[in-house]
């Protein structure tokens, strides 16, 4: 798997988290080697969930105050 934000490469890892709201306390994942970034499926359901061009225009009107 290639990494989204810097292509690098991603290998697979077990993470744990004590306060999951699942009751799991540890998931598989994903973790770039090169620059650190980490997705889940938690994460990644997340990325695609979220409305696009709500976020590109955040960036525009954010630009746009200074």
């Not at 009751?23 to 650190?36: A, Q, S, T, V």
């Amino acid at each position: 798997m290639d990494c989204p934000r810097c292509q690098g490469s991603m290998v697979t890892e077990l993470f744990e988290d004590m306060k999951d709201d699942t009751g799991r306390i540890c998931f598989n994942g994903y973790r770039c080697l090169i620059c650190g970034e980490i997705l889940d499926p938690i994460i990644m359901a997340n990325r695609q969930n979220r409305p696009h061009m709500l976020a590109r225009n955040r960036k525009l009107m954010a630009s746009s105050r200074v």
